[in-house]
């Protein structure tokens, strides 16, 4: 399979967003996508295999955290790849760019959330320098307000 480069650029419209909706687990709702481009700390980058190219073919995005006696962190809340690109250094990229903005936005660390049995996103995850640092636990509190309502 050949590997070709990859352009990384950083969302900055709607339209951008919606054209990655293929990428996504539901729907772009439209104002969902403007307030996550216009909240502070809120970032998406979108992979292209060509610079000309209209559809992405990955993303990833961070949303940064600030406690007052830890500082920054920045949290990365989702990463895709389409499955047609996939095992090509894709995610690799697109974890490695969003590292690097943490790094310049000051963040002391980075961190995610993978189920332990998700060995893909684990590697990609490893192969970009992060490391397990163990167990953790996931509570949920649900709202009726995000993706589940995304139908209607």
């Known amino acids: 399979m050949e590997v ?3 352009e990384i650029r950083r969302a900055m419209t709607v339209a951008e967003v919606a054209a990655s909706e293929h990428l996504f687990d539901h729907p772009v709702r439209t104002e969902w996508a403007e307030r996550f481009l216009r909240s502070a700390g809120h970032h998406l980058y979108l992979a292209y295999e060509a610079a000309d190219a209209a559809a992405p073919v ?3 995005s961070g949303v940064e955290t600030v406690h007052p006696d830890k500082g920054a962190e920045m949290l990365l809340y989702e990463l895709g790849v389409a499955e047609s690109h996939r095992r090509r250094g894709i995610g690799r990229a697109l974890v490695r760019r969003l590292a690097d903005l943490s ?3 000051g963040c002391y660390g ?3 959330l993978v189920d332990t049995d998700n060995d893909v996103a684990l590697a990609t ?3 970009a320098g992060g490391q397990d640092d163990g167990v953790c636990a996931v509570v949920n509190w ?3 307000q995000g993706c ?3 139908s209607q």
């Open 110 to 112: 980075m961190w995610v």
């Open 142 to 144: 649900g709202f009726g």
């Open 58 to 60: 990955g993303f990833v």
């Open 148 to 150: 589940e309502n995304s």
């Open 125 to 127: 995850y490893r192969s």
């Open 103 to 105: 790094r310049e936005r």
């Open 4 to 6: 070709r480069p990859v």
